[in-house]
T-cell receptor, first 115, second 114 residues
């Protein structure tokens, strides 16, 4: 049973465009929602993360929008660049005490940005 | 400083062989996680250590999978009697106990079982 559902599976965007990836979850105990970026042959790397007490977080060209009532969150990549071409994973977890618990990942979105 | 390292990076095993995958976490990181990533899928949790204690092994798919972290640093994931369905990338991640909320991933070990 997939705890975090991610769409689309693949996305093609022109350079300079906006890339939008969506995720949904069911478990209301989740309280930390990171996005990871993975290049071929590499491990996932944290891109940006949000907690449910805020509705939006922005870091540079990357923005997470969070809708607690709908149990949905999304990643927006503004001014998409060819170097952004990678696989993006949303994830969720329950923060236990002072360290993160296991991450539940979506199935990933393969983003291709055409020059 | 150095990140999480994993070895070997690639492993080919014949069905039925035992394999051992190694993870060197970032120095001082208390928490260590193992994930399995099938082709075209997101990572799936296998097991979690806090120092040398294995606090969660609920994701291990069968009793052929075993993980250890005897001195609270390096960890080994062992798979006995490998099967074709074990073919995947095995990712290790570590995190510092209290001052950061990030899991840092290694590059993974790609296991192919023939």
């Amino acid at each position: 049973q997939q705890q975090v559902k991610q769409s689309p599976q693949s996305l093609i965007v022109q350079k300079g465009g906006i890339s939008i990836i969506n995720c949904a979850y069911e478990n209301t105990a989740f309280d930390y929602f990171p996005w990871y970026q993975q290049f071929p042959g590499k491990g996932p790397a944290l891109l940006i993360a949000i907690r449910p007490d805020v509705s939006e977080k922005k870091e540079g060209r990357f923005t997470i929008s969070f809708n607690k009532s709908a149990k949905q969150f999304s990643l927006h990549i503004m001014d998409s660049q060819p170097g952004d071409s990678a696989t993006y994973f949303c994830a969720a977890t329950i923060w236990r005490g002072s360290t993160l618990g296991r991450l539940y990942f979506g199935r990933g979105t393969q983003l291709t940005v055409w020059p | 400083g150095a990140g999480v390292s994993q070895s070997p990076r690639y492993k080919v095993a014949k069905r039925g062989q035992d394999v051992a995958l190694r993870c060197d976490p970032i120095s001082g990181h208390v928490s260590l996680f193992w994930y399995q990533q099938a082709l075209g899928q997101g990572p799936e949790f296998l097991t979690y250590f806090q120092n040398e204690a294995q606090l969660d092994k609920s994701g291990l798919p069968s009793d052929r999978f075993f993980a250890e972290r005897p001195e609270g640093s390096v960890s080994t994931l062992k798979i006995q009697r490998t099967q074709q369905e074990d073919s995947a990338v095995y990712l290790c991640a570590s995190s510092f106990a209290s001052t950061t909320d990030t899991q840092y991933f290694g590059p993974g070990t790609r296991l192919t079982v023939l």
